[in-house]
C-alpha cells in the first residue's frame, strides 16, 4: 500500500504541468525548502529523488532530516552527498548544536560541496556552540580559508556578551529623586540606631 502511494506521488509529480511547478524550484532546478505552498507530493516526490541519487542508505536520513536533507543533498554532488549522508549514520551530525540547521546552510545553492566538506572535516571544532554559530553567519569564509575560526568565536562571544549586557541594561529601574531619599533616610536611621546602641553597651549615658 505504500509502494503505492509512492509511486502514485512520483507519477503525478512527473505529470504536472511544468508552470505549476516551476514556484517550487529555485533557479538552478534544484529542491527549494522556502518555496511557498509546497506541494506535499512534490516533496515526497524529492525525497525520493534524494534516496535515488545517494543510494538506499541515504533513506533513514531523509526521512529522519527531512526537507533539510533533500535540500542539502542536491546543493551537493554525488560523492559529497554520500559523506553528508554517511557524516549522519555516523552520529557525528547528531553532535552538532543544531544539525538542521548546518543543513539548511549547505543548502544554498551558493555553498554545497565547499560548506559541507568543510563541516564534515571540522566536526569536532563545531560541536562548541560559538564556533558552530559563527560558522553558520558566513561558511564560505571558513570553508575558503578566507576567515580563521578562532577569530568568528571571539567576535560571536563578544556578541553574546553585549547581548546579555544590553538585556541587563533594560531591566535596570531607575530611581527617582524621592526613592533615592528614601533610602539614604533609611541607612541613616540604620546608622544611628548601631552608634545608640553602642554607646548604651559600653555604658555611656
Not at 572535516?121 to 553558520?136: I, K, M, N, Q
Not at 548601631?194 to 553597651?201: D, E, N, V
Request: aromatic share 10%; glycine share 8%.
Amino acid at each position: 500500500m505504500i509502494r503505492r502511494i509512492l509511486y502514485g506521488s512520483v507519477l503525478c509529480f512527473l505529470m504536472a504541468p511544468p508552470a505549476e511547478l516551476f514556484g517550487q524550484f529555485i533557479p538552478n532546478g534544484s529542491f527549494d525548502l522556502y518555496a511557498p505552498n509546497l506541494d506535499p507530493r512534490v516533496r515526497r516526490a524529492w525525497r525520493e529523488k534524494a534516496v535515488a541519487k545517494v543510494g538506499p542508505n541515504a533513506r533513514d536520513f531523509v526521512e529522519k532530516q527531512g526537507d533539510d536533507a533533500v535540500a542539502a543533498i542536491f546543493a551537493c554532488s554525488r560523492p559529497v552527498a554520500v559523506q553528508l549522508v554517511e557524516f549522519y549514520s555516523s552520529g557525528e551530525l547528531g553532535k552538532l548544536p543544531l544539525p538542521r540547521g548546518l543543513l539548511a546552510v549547505i543548502a544554498d545553492p551558493r555553498h554545497g560541496d565547499d560548506v559541507a566538506l568543510w563541516a564534515i572535516y571540522h566536526a569536532r571544532e563545531l560541536s562548541d556552540t560559538d564556533s558552530f554559530d559563527a560558522y553558520l553567519r558566513s561558511p564560505l569564509d571558513y570553508a575558503l580559508g578566507l576567515k580563521k575560526l578562532a577569530t568568528g568565536v571571539a567576535e560571536a562571544r563578544a556578541r553574546r556578551l553585549n547581548q546579555a549586557a544590553t538585556t541587563a541594561a533594560t531591566w535596570e529601574v531607575p530611581l527617582s529623586d524621592d526613592e533615592k531619599l528614601g533610602i539614604v533616610g533609611v541607612a541613616g536611621l540604620v546608622i544611628a540606631g548601631f552608634l545608640l546602641w553602642r554607646r548604651r553597651g559600653s555604658g555611656i549615658c
